[in-house]
C-alpha cells in the first residue's frame, strides 16, 4: 500500500433482490360500490397525511347501515393461470369482511388478523397490511368482490387503500410495489430500506452457522449450576428475541422468511409471548388456529436451529366474564385474575386444560408433542405476576379470593404457632379487621404493608406480622410453583426447563430475594428490565403518539438504572425474557453494545430482546418496544456473535452473599446498594486488592459492572465474601473497569469500550471521546452518539484474522419526524433513516502480511455493495485506515 490516500471499489457480485410478477389494484377505483363518497377518514381529513396512501386516498366506511351490506367489487386483470396470494392494506383491524374471487365461497377476514406492518396516519387512524389467503386464479379478467361484515348495532368501520396479488414472498413496505424504494431521508440521514433477503450464499455476512443444523439436534437444553448446556453438554447462550400471535398469524411463508432473518442475525432463541385460549367460547378450551400458527412457527424456527421459549399465561390478557365459573368479579372494576392463579382450584384448572393441549398435542409439522420436542428449551409458568407486586390488593383480587386466602393464611398459623390465639398474641397490638378466631380468619395486608416503609409503620409488633405474612406467601407461592413443575414434569411428561415467573416486586432490597427464591421451585431464574428517558401522554406505557412529550437519555451515562444489574441465585441459570431501550429516545445505539459486554461478563445465559414488530425484521414506524428496527436488529450481528461466542470473559465472583431465609423472614431484607455506605465499608474494612468475608448488608450498586453478582441461601451468612472494588470504580472519576480488564465504562463522559481479542468496540459519545484507541483497532467518529465494533468473523484473534466485521451504528428515526422542545409534532413515516455515519477505523497491520486487503460495505442483509470505501495506510505501513462508507452499517475487511 502507498502513503497517499487510496479510493478503492470492489466492484463484487452482487445478490438480486427477489421478484415476482404482481398484481396492485386500489382500493378506491372499484368498477361498482355502495360505500360513500366521503367519511371523517377520508383523506381530506388528513391532507397533510394523504402521501402516505397509495394513491393518495382510500376506501372508507363508517357508520350502520341498516338494510344492505356495504360493498366493493373490482375487475382484476390476471397475467397467468396459477397461485396467488392475496394482501390489503386497509384500516387496522376495523371492517370485519367478507371476500371472493368470481362469486366463488366467501372467505372471512375477521377482527383478529394480524398485521404485517403499521403505517401511523394520525393518532387511532393507521394503514396496516394484512394477508387474506391463497387463491387460484386464471388469466384474464376476474372479477375480486368484498362486503362488511354487519352486526346489530355495530358502527362499520373500515378503510382500504389497496389490494396485491403474488404469486411469490412479499413483503409490506407502506404504500410502495414490490421493487420499489422511496430512497426518503432527512437531512443528514440514510434510508434504511433493506431488499427482500434471497438468503443466497453469496451473503458475507451470515451468522446461521452458528446455530445447530437444527435446534435439539443433540437433545434437551439442560441446565449445568449457572449455565445452560446443549444435549451434548456443551455450554451455550441464547440471543433471543419475542415473538408474538401477530407474527404467527401472518402467511406461512413470511413465517419462514423470519426464522431465517432471525437465525442470519445470529438469533438462536425466540420466546413465543401470546395467549392461546379461545376468547369467545369455553376459557378452557385453547384457540385452535392460534394452536396451529404456533406448532408452525415452532417447526420453522427448529429448522433454522433456533429453540422456543413458551409463555402463555399473564393475567392481563385474560379477564374474567360470568361463565367462567370464577366468583367475584361482578362488582369488580379490573376483572384481570391478578395472583388468582397461586390460589383458585377453577383457575388452575382451566391453566392446566391449556397447558395440556398445548404441550400434548401431536405438532402436524414435527411430527411429536411439544412436551417431547427438544426445541422447546423453557416453559414459563406465569409473565408478570407476584403476591408481592403492587398489585396484591382487595382492589385487584376480589373479596371471595382474598378471604380464602386468610383461611389459608390462618391454617398455616395454626401450624406454625399452635393456634390462631398464640399467633394473634405474638403480634402484640397490632390488628387486621379481618382477624377472627371464631370463623378461623387471619387478615392479609395488602402490597404497600410488605415495603421497609409499610412494615416499619406500627413498631416491632408489625415487623413482627408482616414478617409471618411474607412467609405464609413466600411458601405458598413457591408451592403453587412446585406443583405446576410437578404436573409439567409427570402429569405431561415435559422435558424442558421450567421457568416460574420474572416479575419486579414492591421493594427489592426487602422483597426481591424472597421473589427468587420461589423461583428456584423451577430450573430458570428470570426477570425482566427496560430503560429509556422520560416519556408522557395517553397511551405512553405502550405507544408512541403525536402530543406525547419526552426526553432523550443516554443508558452510558446511567449506570445504576439500567436492567442490566442481576443478582443470581448459585445454581441456576439467569436469562432477561424482556429487555428493551424504549422509544422515543435518540440514544439507543448502545443497547445491544451493553447488553452483550455486560450480559457476557456476569455469565448471563439468554437475553430475549422484546419484541419484533413484523416477519420482515424491519420496522417502518417508531414503535415503543422494538427488536426490529435498525439500531437494534440491526446491531445484531456483532453484538450476538461477541455474546455467544464468549469473547468478553466471564467474571469471577466479586459479591458472594449467602442469605438466611430466617432473616428475610425477619424482613431484615437481602441488603442496599448504596454506593456511600460502601465506599465507607470498604475504606475501614476491605484490604486493598483483597476479598473480605461477612454478612453482607451494603454493596456498591456498580458491582455489576466489574464482576458477578451471586446470591444463595443458607445459615450462615458471615460467609459472604466480597471483593476490594476500589481499583475498579472511581466514583470521583465517574469510571468503572471489569475485573476482567476487558471492559472500561467513563460513564461520567458517556463512553464505554470493550477490548478483547477477538472482538474490540466503542459505544456512546464518541465525537466528544476523540481518537479511541484498543489493543488492535482505533477508532474516531464525529457522530455525537454511536457505537462501534469490530470483530473477527473466522474465530481468530483480531491480529492475525483473515476476516473481520466492523458495524456501526449512530441513531434512527422516521422520515419527518419532528418535535419542538420535548413534544411531537409529527410522528413522520416510512422509512426509518439513520443518522450518516462519520467513522475512521484504523486496523493495526500485521506484518507477515504482504497481501493487500478488501474493504467491502455490505448492504442490510449483508451482501456486498459497490459503495465506495476509503483506505489508506497514512504512510505508517502499520495501519490500515478505513473512513467507512456513510450509508452502510457493515463493512467486511478480508485478507
Excluded at 401511523?120 to 387460484?136: D, S
Excluded at 424442558?496 to 423451577?522: C, F, K, Q
Excluded at 416510512?830 to 486496523?843: C, E, N, R
Aim: hydrophobic letters at 40%.
Amino acid at each position: 500500500m502507498t502513503k497517499y490516500l487510496l479510493l478503492m471499489t470492489f466492484f463484487i457480485t452482487i445478490a438480486s433482490p427477489i421478484r415476482a410478477d404482481f398484481v396492485w389494484w386500489e382500493g378506491e377505483s372499484p368498477i361498482k360500490t355502495n360505500f360513500p363518497k366521503e367519511t371523517h377518514f377520508s383523506p381530506s381529513t388528513f391532507e397533510s397525511k394523504r402521501h402516505l396512501l397509495s394513491g393518495g386516498d382510500w376506501l372508507t366506511n363508517a357508520g350502520a347501515r341498516d338494510k344492505e351490506e356495504a360493498f366493493a367489487k373490482y375487475e382484476v386483470d390476471v397475467p397467468t393461470d396459477g397461485a396467488y396470494h392475496l394482501w390489503t392494506r386497509k384500516f387496522w383491524k376495523h371492517g370485519p369482511f367478507k371476500w371472493s374471487f368470481n362469486q366463488d365461497r366467501w372467505r372471512i377476514c375477521g377482527r383478529d388478523i394480524a398485521l404485517a406492518d403499521n403505517t401511523y396516519i394520525r393518532t387511532h387512524l393507521g394503514a396496516n397490511w394484512v394477508y387474506l389467503g391463497k387463491v387460484n386464479l386464471t388469466e384474464g379478467r376476474n372479477i375480486f368482490e368484498l362486503r362488511l361484515l354487519v352486526k346489530e348495532g355495530e358502527s362499520l368501520t373500515a378503510a382500504f387503500d389497496a389490494f396485491i396479488l403474488t404469486p411469490g414472498p412479499f413483503m409490506p413496505n407502506g404504500k410502495l410495489k414490490p421493487g420499489e424504494k422511496s430512497g426518503l431521508a432527512d437531512t443528514g440521514y440514510f434510508p434504511f430500506e433493506p431488499d427482500l433477503d434471497a438468503f443466497s450464499n453469496e451473503a458475507l455476512l451470515d451468522l446461521r452457522f452458528l446455530n445447530e443444523r437444527f435446534a435439539g439436534e443433540h437433545g434437551f437444553v439442560r441446565r449445568d449450576g449457572l449455565n445452560f448446556t446443549l444435549g451434548n453438554g456443551e455450554r451455550v447462550r441464547f440471543w433471543a428475541v419475542n415473538l408474538s400471535a401477530n407474527n404467527t398469524g401472518q402467511n406461512r411463508a413470511s413465517v419462514d422468511y423470519l426464522a431465517r432473518r432471525l437465525a442470519k442475525l445470529g438469533v438462536n432463541m425466540a420466546r413465543y409471548h401470546s395467549p392461546i385460549f379461545d376468547r369467545a367460547g369455553d376459557p378452557a378450551k385453547v384457540n385452535e388456529k392460534i394452536l396451529d400458527d404456533l406448532f408452525y412457527l415452532i417447526a420453522a424456527l427448529k429448522r433454522e436451529g433456533i429453540y422456543t421459549t413458551l409463555s402463555f399465561y399473564f393475567p392481563l390478557w385474560f379477564e374474567i366474564k360470568p361463565h367462567y365459573g370464577i366468583e367475584g368479579y361482578e362488582t369488580l372494576q379490573n376483572k384481570k385474575p391478578f395472583a388468582l392463579l397461586y390460589l383458585d382450584e377453577r383457575m388452575q384448572e382451566i391453566y392446566k386444560s391449556w397447558a395440556k393441549r398445548l404441550l400434548n398435542t401431536v405438532n402436524p409439522y414435527t411430527g411429536i408433542p411439544l412436551a417431547q420436542d427438544p426445541a422447546i428449551a423453557i416453559i414459563e409458568i406465569v409473565n408478570e405476576d407476584s403476591y408481592f407486586f403492587w398489585t396484591f390488593t382487595k382492589r385487584n383480587i376480589p373479596e371471595i379470593h382474598w378471604r380464602k386466602l386468610e383461611f389459608i393464611y390462618a391454617r398455616w398459623l395454626r401450624d406454625r404457632y399452635g393456634s390462631l390465639e398464640k399467633a394473634f398474641s405474638a403480634w402484640g397490638s397490632v390488628k387486621h379487621p379481618d382477624d377472627n378466631i371464631a370463623t378461623g380468619r387471619a387478615g392479609l395486608f395488602d402490597a404497600w404493608h410488605m415495603t421497609t416503609d409499610g412494615s416499619r409503620a406500627g413498631g416491632q409488633d408489625k415487623v413482627k406480622r408482616i414478617g409471618d405474612q411474607v412467609r405464609f406467601l413466600t411458601e405458598h407461592q413457591r408451592k403453587f410453583y412446585t406443583s405446576i413443575v410437578k404436573y409439567f414434569k409427570e402429569d405431561l411428561r415435559v422435558g424442558s426447563l421450567i421457568s416460574p415467573s420474572n416479575w419486579h416486586v414492591t421493594d427489592g432490597p426487602m422483597l426481591d430475594a424472597l421473589e427468587r427464591y420461589t423461583y428456584t421451585a423451577g430450573d430458570v431464574i428470570d426477570r425482566h428490565g427496560y430503560f429509556g428517558g422520560k416519556h408522557e401522554g395517553e397511551g405512553s406505557n405502550y405507544s408512541v403518539r403525536v402530543g406525547h412529550t419526552f426526553a432523550n437519555r443516554a443508558a452510558v451515562k446511567n449506570p445504576e438504572h439500567l436492567p442490566l444489574q442481576v443478582f443470581q441465585i448459585d445454581g441456576y441459570p439467569h436469562i432477561i425474557s424482556e429487555i428493551g431501550w424504549t422509544n422515543p429516545n435518540r440514544f439507543r445505539a448502545d443497547f445491544t453494545f451493553l447488553s452483550s459486554a455486560y450480559g457476557a461478563l456476569q455469565g448471563l445465559d439468554s437475553l430475549f430482546f422484546f419484541a419484533v414488530n413484523n416477519n420482515f425484521v424491519r420496522d417502518t414506524t417508531m414503535n415503543k418496544f422494538t427488536a426490529s428496527s435498525p439500531v437494534v436488529a440491526g446491531t445484531f450481528p456483532a453484538a450476538a456473535l461477541q455474546y455467544r461466542r464468549g469473547d468478553v470473559k466471564e467474571a469471577e465472583n466479586v459479591i458472594y452473599q449467602i442469605l438466611d431465609l430466617e432473616d428475610l423472614y425477619a424482613m431484615k431484607g437481602c441488603g442496599t446498594s448504596t454506593a456511600q455506605a460502601l465506599d465507607e465499608l470498604r475504606k475501614q474494612d476491605i484490604p486493598k486488592n483483597k476479598r473480605t468475608t461477612g454478612q453482607i448488608s451494603e454493596f456498591h450498586p456498580l458491582s455489576f459492572y466489574v464482576g458477578r453478582v451471586v446470591r444463595t441461601f443458607g445459615e450462615q451468612p458471615e460467609k459472604s465474601s466480597q471483593r476490594d472494588l476500589t481499583e475498579f470504580i472511581d466514583r470521583q472519576g465517574k469510571t468503572i473497569r471489569s475485573v476482567t480488564n476487558e471492559i472500561l465504562w467513563n460513564y461520567g463522559r458517556g463512553v464505554v469500550r470493550v477490548d478483547t481479542p477477538r472482538s474490540q468496540g466503542v459505544a456512546g459519545f464518541l465525537a466528544e471521546a476523540g481518537e479511541v484507541e484498543l489493543a488492535d483497532v482505533t477508532i474516531a467518529s464525529n457522530n455525537e452518539f454511536a457505537s462501534v465494533m469490530v470483530i473477527s468473523l473466522d474465530g481468530e484473534p483480531l491480529k492475525v484474522s483473515k476476516n473481520i466485521l466492523i458495524q456501526a451504528m449512530t441513531e434512527e428515526r422516521p422520515y419527518g419526524f419532528k418535535s419542538e422542545d420535548g413534544e411531537i409534532i409529527d410522528l413522520g413515516g416510512a422509512p426509518l433513516g439513520v443518522k450518516k455515519i462519520d467513522v475512521t477505523v484504523s486496523l493495526k497491520l500485521r506484518k507477515q502480511s504482504a497481501r493487500t486487503p478488501k474493504v467491502i460495505a455490505l448492504d442490510e442483509n449483508g451482501y456486498a455493495t459497490r459503495k465506495a470505501v476509503t483506505i489508506s495506510d497514512n504512510g505508517s505501513h502499520e495501519s490500515l485506515v478505513i473512513r467507512l462508507a456513510a450509508d452502510a452499517i457493515y463493512h467486511i475487511v478480508q485478507w
